[in-house]
């Protein structure tokens, strides 16, 4: 909790003692600067009070009333009839109601008593729309709301609080019951909830992603997102390359239709239904040799590196013609469900990486 919370906290908290109702009263409390009691009339007497008066002072400006948490004779609108042909008269009337302000700013005037006091009233009916008469019908007797007690009481009450939270009577406030440290810098505490929120809420999202509310960043949205090994490591696309992804995913794919109209091919990532860590692999051009008993297999990683093979079966290829020509970075294969899609292996991503910054650098 930060330093200006503690101070917000403390200062709500200052009260004005109950039995005040004037400054008169209030000036009994007030010191000076060198411990003594405050003299109000030999102040406003002196020849310099106008210099410990700030903004535009003159001789006919009065000294402002405290307005103390007390019944007070308060408009109340009567209810109109349900008839919209009917109405009473009066339409208003004066009650006793709670009005002021409180000691302390989390407090609030509140009535502690209440009863209905029964008052009569004449009801007349409209004629005519526009009729300047009215024809009278009867006298009718309604209950009205009145205040016979008021106090000073918290505007948070234990009822504001949720299951997570404490009620502290003392502070008129909920405070969480347990409270833990945040993940990262991208969240932030929340009294209100008692658990860790986004310190911004993000709808910019670029390209193919959508914001985590959890992770409070952008990700590549379901089934397109990120790919899980067996082991349940998860690789993620960095910002960049989300950015990366965005710009070469705006580019559209002409149609073989004989409209003008372009469509974005489809952009599909998916889980490999088959776990490939240990298959062999074909390295890239002008890879090292691997050393005697290894040869090159497919890692957790998703890369194709020297290891000991733990199959002889080589890595199935799910070939086949997807209804629409893939983006440069992707191939077709089969996905769990037995369609054709574009699917981006970790490969083709780095390769398409590597071709986007030497596209940048030329």
Same mark, same amino acid.
């Given at each position: 909790?930060?330093?200006?919370?503690?101070?917000?906290?403390?200062?709500?908290?200052?009260?004005?003692?109950?039995?005040?109702?004037?400054?008169?009263?209030?000036?009994?409390?007030?010191?000076?600067?060198?411990?003594?009691?405050?003299?109000?009339?030999?102040?406003?007497?002196?020849?310099?009070?106008?210099?410990?008066?700030?903004?535009?002072?003159?001789?006919?400006?009065?000294?402002? /009333?405290?307005?103390?948490?007390?019944?007070?004779?308060?408009?109340?609108?009567?209810?109109?009839?349900?008839?919209?042909?009917?109405?009473?008269?009066?339409?208003?009337?004066?009650?006793?109601?709670?009005?002021?302000?409180?000691?302390?700013?989390?407090?609030?005037?509140?009535?502690?008593?209440?009863?209905?006091?029964?008052?009569?009233?004449?009801?007349?009916?409209?004629?005519?729309?526009?009729?300047?008469?009215?024809?009278?019908?009867?006298?009718?007797?309604?209950?009205?709301?009145?205040?016979?007690?008021?106090?000073?009481?918290?505007?948070?009450?234990?009822?504001?609080?949720?299951?997570?939270?404490?009620?502290?009577?003392?502070?008129?406030?909920?405070?969480?019951?347990?409270?833990?440290?945040?993940?990262?810098?991208?969240?932030?505490?929340?009294?209100?909830?008692?658990?860790?929120?986004?310190?911004?809420?993000?709808?910019?999202?670029?390209?193919?992603?959508?914001?985590?509310?959890?992770?409070?960043?952008?990700?590549?949205?379901?089934?397109?997102?990120?790919?899980?090994?067996?082991?349940?490591?998860?690789?993620?696309?960095?910002?960049?390359?989300?950015?990366?992804?965005?710009?070469?995913?705006?580019?559209?794919?002409?149609?073989?239709?004989?409209?003008?109209?372009?469509?974005?091919?489809?952009?599909?990532?998916?889980?490999?239904?088959?776990?490939?860590?240990?298959?062999?692999?074909?390295?890239?051009?002008?890879?090292?040799?691997?050393?005697?008993?290894?040869?090159?297999?497919?890692?957790?990683?998703?890369?194709?590196?020297?290891?000991?093979?733990?199959?002889?079966?080589?890595?199935?290829?799910?070939?086949?013609?997807?209804?629409?020509?893939?983006?440069?970075?992707?191939?077709?294969?089969?996905?769990?469900?037995?369609?054709?899609?574009?699917?981006?292996?970790?490969?083709?991503?780095?390769?398409?990486?590597?071709?986007?910054?030497?596209?940048? /650098?030329?």
């Amino acid at each position: 909790m930060s330093e200006w919370h503690y101070f917000s906290v403390w200062f709500s908290k200052l009260q004005i003692p109950p039995n005040v109702s004037s400054l008169s009263d209030f000036v009994r409390y007030v010191k000076m600067d060198d411990g003594s009691p405050m003299n109000l009339e030999a102040m406003m007497a002196s020849s310099d009070f106008r210099e410990s008066v700030s903004g535009a002072f003159t001789d006919d400006v009065q000294m402002a /009333h405290y307005d103390a948490c007390t019944l007070r004779p308060t408009t109340y609108e009567i209810p109109k009839n349900e008839d919209p042909k009917l109405s009473y008269f009066p339409p208003c009337t004066r009650v006793p109601m709670c009005g002021g302000c409180s000691p302390g700013t989390v407090q609030e005037c509140t009535p502690v008593s209440i009863e209905q006091r029964p008052m009569m009233v004449m009801v007349t009916r409209i004629p005519a729309p526009g009729s300047p008469d009215f024809i009278f019908e009867s006298f009718e007797v309604i209950n009205i709301p009145v205040h016979t007690a008021c106090e000073p009481r918290c505007r948070v009450t234990q009822e504001h609080c949720n299951e997570y939270q404490d009620y502290l009577p003392h502070d008129c406030r909920c405070v969480c019951r347990e409270r833990f440290p945040c993940p990262s810098d991208r969240h932030r505490w929340d009294e209100a909830t008692c658990s860790c929120t986004c310190s911004e809420d993000s709808g910019n999202c670029p390209g193919f992603s959508i914001f985590n509310p959890m992770r409070c960043r952008c990700e590549l949205r379901s089934g397109i997102s990120i790919y899980e090994d067996r082991q349940g490591v998860s690789v993620e696309l960095t910002d960049e390359e989300l950015q990366d992804v965005y710009n070469v995913g705006r580019a559209p794919t002409p149609t073989t239709t004989t409209t003008t109209t372009t469509t974005l091919a489809p952009l599909v990532f998916h889980r490999p239904s088959t776990p490939v860590v240990g298959t062999p692999c074909q390295p890239s051009p002008g890879s090292l040799p691997c050393l005697l008993g290894m040869r090159y297999v497919w890692t957790r990683t998703g890369s194709c590196s020297c290891g000991i093979p733990s199959q002889p079966t080589q890595r199935p290829t799910l070939e086949c013609t997807p209804p629409q020509p893939c983006l440069m970075f992707m191939s077709p294969r089969l996905n769990d469900r037995g369609e054709c899609s574009c699917q981006l292996t970790r490969g083709r991503r780095s390769a398409l990486i590597r071709q986007l910054m030497n596209k940048d /650098h030329k």
